[in-house]
């Protein structure tokens, strides 16, 4: 009589495999929407920093003007390839002698950069 040995398989079962699949996915999913978190803050930190640009370039504009008129102002300006609206509020402060100058930069999807100078009323 033969007697027959049962050997044993080193492997994974379906079990095992289908819980490593599971946790590997998870990993992926989670890698990916770091990912896309990181370029969504790459857009909002450029939207930033070039709104910061155009505000700034405006407010020297109002610095340097002869003349500005209290009130509001507001336009649109091209800089690297993109349109960005900007809103300027000339106005008195409880110096007579000083304008408060505030202005405000926007994109598409919002607010980009808020400055605000003061400078003398009549330079």
């Known amino acids: 009589m033969i007697e027959r040995t049962r050997t044993s398989r080193g492997g994974f079962t379906l079990i095992e495999l289908l819980v490593a699949l599971a946790v590997f996915s ?7 929407n770091l990912a896309g978190e990181n370029t969504r803050s790459a857009v909002r930190v450029e939207d930033r920093t070039l709104g910061g640009l155009v505000a700034e370039n405006l407010a020297v504009e109002a610095a340097i003007a002869p003349h500005l008129a209290e009130g509001e102002t507001s336009g649109q ?18 110096d007579p002698g000083l304008l408060r100058i505030d202005i405000r930069v926007l994109t598409d ?14 330079s």
């Open 77 to 94: 300006i091209p800089m690297a390839g993109r349109r960005w609206r900007w809103t300027r509020i000339v106005a008195a402060t409880d």
């Open 26 to 32: 998870l990993a992926a999913l989670t890698l990916l």
């Open 109 to 122: 999807e919002g607010r980009a950069a808020d400055r605000t100078l003061f400078r003398a009323r009549g």
